[in-house]
């Protein structure tokens, strides 16, 4: 990042988290959350999560097609301390779903089928991830109040606007950052390889986490351990490994979905 750059952030948002006094903030940090249900390639994140002491949140969607050893997978996972949320029985978009069934279908075909299997299993669930990032107030009102602490949707730095492509920056999209406000609906931004985020670009969110004193979400599915492998849905784990290690480095600390709600001054 060039000098002028650094000092926009430092102006934007250095001197305006110096406002409140020490002892009031909460740590800044990183939210990080994996989605669907690539469980074997979780359990191979376990060591370098445990490198940098990091915590995450695994949101699992069709939980009913997990064989025994991937539901004892995600019970060691939440030993360690990561939490595991739900992101559907089937994967369905909310609003579609909605729609095209009714409100009570949702809650009972794609919530609850979903919710109640991963609470037996003794999976403590209590954050939900948008599959395909649908919020829509009157949905989430009746999971907030029904379900769940916080819900999660997706953020992306491009955007197809048929006639061009809308780049946004890191440090620029407001809406990954948390407050610890206690706001209950949120958005990760995304860093699979499809999403092509650059470090440079990632490094400047941590910048803004760490001078804003906010949390700075993100998230991605499949980890991909081979650099050739052709896997279009997933980020590179040397990329997380490095973004771990820039993190320590700056001071942040990683929380959990539901830490950031639980954590927030009331
Ligand atoms: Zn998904």
């Known amino acids: 990042m060039d000098t002028f750059k650094r000092l926009i952030l430092f102006f934007l948002f250095g001197v305006i988290s110096s406002c409140k006094p020490e002892s009031q903030r909460a740590s800044p940090g990183i939210a990080l959350s994996f989605d669907d249900r690539f469980v074997q390639e979780w359990e191979r994140l376990r060591p370098v999560l445990k490198k940098y002491d990091a915590h995450a949140t695994f949101y699992v969607t069709q939980f009913d097609s997990l064989g025994p050893e991937e539901v ?8 360690d301390g990561h939490e595991i949320g739900a992101h559907g029985a089937t994967h369905a978009r909310s609003v579609d779903y909605v729609w095209q069934h009714s409100m009570e279908a949702y809650f009972t075909n794609e919530i609850e089928a979903e919710l109640k299997p991963m609470q037996k299993a003794g999976l403590k669930v209590s954050t939900f991830a948008h599959p395909g990032g649908q919020q829509v107030w009157f ?42 406000d206690g706001t209950p609906t949120v958005s990760a931004l995304l860093i699979d390889r499809s999403a092509n985020v650059p470090m440079n670009a990632l490094r400047d969110g941590l910048i803004r986490a760490r001078n804003t004193q906010t949390v700075l979400m993100l998230f991605g599915h499949c980890p991909i351990f081979d650099k050739n ?38």
């Open 72 to 79: 004892e997978i995600l019970r060691q996972l939440q030993a």
């Open 229 to 266: 492998s052709p896997q279009p849905y997933g980020f590179e784990v040397s990329r997380l490994d490095s973004m771990l290690a820039e993190s320590k480095k700056l001071g942040l600390r990683t929380y959990t979905m539901s830490e950031l709600v639980k954590l927030s001054r009331r």
């Open 139 to 180: 949905i989430d009102k009746q999971l907030l109040q029904k379900y769940f602490v916080l819900l999660r949707d997706v953020a992306l730095t491009e955007r197809d606007l048929k006639l061009f492509m809308l780049h946004r920056p890191v440090f620029g999209m407001n809406e990954i950052y948390y407050h610890f």
